[in-house]
């Protein structure tokens, strides 16, 4: 069964330091992988995805995330925070063949402290 | 113009009512979602459905009965509700079963069981 593993419940920065928000996934078949944001009292939205093309991704607002497949992870990196980074932030995983659910990960919040 | 839109966005109701949350999306996508994200902020997948048709149905109460009368909706009626119903529903769409493209998500509706 796929599963996705973020570590680390909450994660502080100072911005303009780099962020790192990290995700391990448990795939029996190569994954597809996201990021997705949730900004408070908000859907979730995509920041970036990996389907098997370029290992390292670049999305939205800056962010990027590298495939390693050796490592079974699927890292999430911002070179400078913003204030307007701090969310919740979901890694998530599915596969190809037919009808795949996305599973989630249980979230990492992140805060940026001025 | 909203993508995906959900309504009510705040439900709140007594024990053993019966509701009904409503979800559209506008984007043409074929497959549509609903998700339940506890206070915790995990989130599950309930149901999904591919034009009309259902093809996930996770292990949910039978009191969680999802309707979709065309593609662009999806809804979701839940019977003789419960405390531990409480929780924030999302609706999600995408397009060709959703495999790598990822899910664009409804601003949820947040249901307060009493």
């Known amino acids: 069964a796929q599963s996705v593993t973020q570590l680390g419940s909450h994660v502080s920065v100072s911005e303009g330091a780099l962020v790192l928000l990290r995700c391990n996934y448990s795939s029996s078949v190569p994954p597809y992988l996201f990021w997705y944001v949730q900004y408070p009292n908000q859907g979730l939205q995509l920041l970036l995805k990996?389907?098997?093309?370029?290992?390292l991704v670049k999305g939205i607002n800056g962010f990027e995330a590298e495939f390693k497949k050796s490592e079974t992870s699927f890292h999430l990196t911002k070179p400078s925070a913003h204030m307007r980074d701090a969310a919740e932030y979901f890694c998530a995983v599915s596969y190809s063949g037919g009808y795949q659910k996305v599973t989630f990960g249980t979230g990492t919040k992140l805060q940026v402290i001025p | 113009d909203t993508a995906v839109s959900q309504t009510p966005k705040y439900l709140v109701t007594q024990m053993g009512n019966d509701k009904s949350i409503k979800c559209e999306q506008n984007l043409g996508h074929d497959t549509m979602y609903w998700y339940k994200q506890d206070s915790k902020k995990f989130l599950k997948i309930m149901f999904s459905?591919?034009?009309?048709?259902?093809?996930i149905n996770e292990t949910v109460p039978n009191r969680f009965s999802p309707k979709s009368p065309d593609k662009a909706h999806l809804n979701l009626h839940i019977n003789s509700l419960e405390l531990g119903d409480s929780a924030v529903y999302f609706c999600?769409?995408?397009?060709?079963?959703?495999?790598?493209?990822?899910?664009?998500f409804g601003s949820g509706t947040r249901l307060t069981v009493v």
């Open positions: 459905y591919n034009n009309k048709e259902l093809i």
């Open positions: 999600a769409s995408s397009p060709l079963g959703g495999v790598g493209y990822g899910y664009t």
């Open positions: 990996y389907t098997s093309a370029a290992t």
